[in-house]
């Protein structure tokens, strides 16, 4: 069985899988992304592009496997989408393993730096951000790009916009329509202030640590502790709101409390712990039949 957990947060189908120090991916497989690769699921091979958020192992351990995995199956090389300070140390892994496994297996690495675009496919693209992690940490967020109608031609017809079109006038206004806001692990930064991610209908972000006497090993390792989770949901308003990076020191049971604990009960309704796997039901036994008289 799958190790991956699925979930439908605001319509967009979300299957990943984090607990800090282990593996961290995320799919969202509708529009062909994947953030981080973990120790690459089975699940991620079909993904073409893998926006890798910091070189640590837990988040980017299976990106050759990710890679060597697409060419045995005769998928067209991935996209691995990494800050540009981390492209070539990828690159160099890519091309190390080929050596190890006597074969190429290309892959498409893309190094970018803060708010430099990439596109996925028409109208669709994904812009990095800074975090507050460590070097070379980015974010990502999901923008659609949407064109409407200026107000001044709504009253012309349809040959008339067209040959407005041919004319060389511009008809339309184009939005960004921010979708879904991954930040890999980070503490609280300035990415927070990004109309881009405050407007974004999902934010998947980290929170590791939750014990109380735990606030300086979350400042020290530049990580949300629970008691920041007011300040995330003060900036994100309109947002539902995935934690992830939990860890197995903290009972689920304890993150919930804790969760509750610190959020007023409008802000508890827009948040999913991407960890918190339904309860499994129980096995009821089933008597052996007696023999009746």
Not at 124 to 137: E, K
Request: hydrophobic share 40%; net charge neutral.
């Amino acid at each position: 069985m799958s190790r991956l957990i699925e979930r439908q947060i605001d319509g967009f189908r979300l299957t990943g899988f984090s607990l800090a120090g282990e593996e961290t991916v995320v799919i969202a497989p509708e529009f062909n992304v994947a953030f981080d690769v973990g120790r690459a699921p089975r699940e991620i091979v079909s993904i073409d592009n893998v926006c890798l958020s910091h070189g640590h192992m837990d988040h980017a351990a299976g990106v050759a496997y990710y890679v060597s995995q697409r060419t045995f199956v005769g998928l067209k090389p991935g996209r691995v989408i990494v800050h540009r300070s981390l492209a070539q140390p990828v690159q160099e892994l890519m091309d190390v393993w080929s050596d190890i496994e006597g074969h190429p297996s290309p892959a498409q690495v893309i190094g970018v730096l803060p708010l430099e675009d990439v596109e996925l496919r028409r109208n669709l693209f994904v812009r990095p951000f800074d975090v507050n992690h460590c070097a070379g940490a980015l974010g990502f967020t999901l923008i659609e790009r949407r064109h409407k109608l200026k107000p001044e031609f709504s009253e012309k017809t349809g040959p008339e916009l067209v040959e407005l079109k041919r004319k060389g006038v511009a008809i339309d206004d184009n939005l960004e329509v921010p979708l879904l806001t991954y930040t890999g692990d980070t503490a609280l930064g300035r990415f927070l202030d990004y109309s881009f991610v405050r407007q974004s209908r999902v934010v998947l972000i980290e929170c590791t640590f939750f014990e109380r006497d735990h606030r300086e090993r979350a400042q020290a390792g530049r990580h949300i502790h629970v008691d920041d989770l007011p300040r995330v949901t003060a900036a994100l308003p309109d947002s539902k709101i995935v934690l992830l990076h939990v860890t197995r020191r903290t009972d689920m049971r304890d993150v919930r409390r804790d969760v509750e604990r610190v959020l007023a009960p409008a802000d508890r309704e827009r948040v999913t712990i991407l960890m918190d796997r339904p309860p499994r039901p129980m096995r009821t036994s089933v008597a052996a039949p007696t023999d009746q008289a």
